[in-house]
């Protein structure tokens, strides 16, 4: 772990107090993508535990250099694997150098409010508002590997076609999508992007480079 992550630690601890048993806090460091979760509490709420990986949120937040020009992300709902629904925030942790080292997570469980207000609204004919359209998707995983494939093969599921019928510009296209989530952040990824889009590891370096190059 990051040295200059240790004082952090003794926060999750202060915030876990504060916020009670319906929070759970989490500090990822980054330096290590597949091992990110230095220090949790409450993990019974996505079932993670220390030396788990990072989410798929983070990698975007990564890929596309969110914390460069926002301090954190605040009040963004979440879901967890078992359906509970949360409120979650992010807090980008950087160093003297102002280079982020860390990400802070605070993920409260709704569940209990989201049916209380079911229920009134249900008493008082008021429209079911329980899901935003602007609710933020999260996976929270327990292996890299486990994030990775599942978020490929979701991506790959999309398509009413299988891989094999898909053009090359359809690969690349999915391709794309994978790349600007920051899956090829992981490692092993393109060996399963690979696997799902029927073709070699070789042609998805091949689409990425025609990507890259697309983009400057």
Request: aromatic residues 8%; proline residues 1%.
């Amino acid at each position: 772990m990051n040295n200059e992550l240790k004082p952090y630690i003794n926060l999750v601890d202060f915030l876990a107090e504060l916020l009670g048993p319906t929070a759970e806090i989490v500090l990822h460091d980054i330096s290590n993508l597949e091992h990110s979760i230095v220090a949790i509490r409450n993990n019974f709420i996505s079932g993670r535990k220390i030396g788990d990986p990072v989410t798929d949120l983070v990698l975007q937040i990564l890929k596309n250099n969110q914390y460069s020009h926002d301090r954190f992300l605040c009040n963004y709902k979440t879901k967890s694997r078992s359906g509970k629904y949360l409120k979650s925030a992010t807090y980008f942790v950087k160093n003297s150098d102002d280079t982020i080292i860390a990400m802070l997570c605070i993920n409260m469980d709704m569940s209990n409010y989201a049916n209380l207000r079911d229920q009134l609204d249900s008493l008082l004919s008021f429209q079911n508002t329980t899901v935003s359209k602007n609710e933020v998707k999260e996976a929270f995983s327990n292996s890299i590997q486990e994030l990775s494939l599942d978020k490929i093969n979701e991506i790959v599921s999309k398509s009413n076609i299988s891989a094999e019928r898909m053009s090359q510009e359809e690969k690349i296209q999915y391709t794309k999508t994978m790349d600007d989530l920051g899956l090829f952040l992981i490692k092993g990824a393109v060996t399963e992007a690979a696997n799902a889009l029927k073709v070699s590891e070789a042609s998805i370096y091949r689409y990425l480079n025609k990507i890259k190059k697309e983009n400057l």
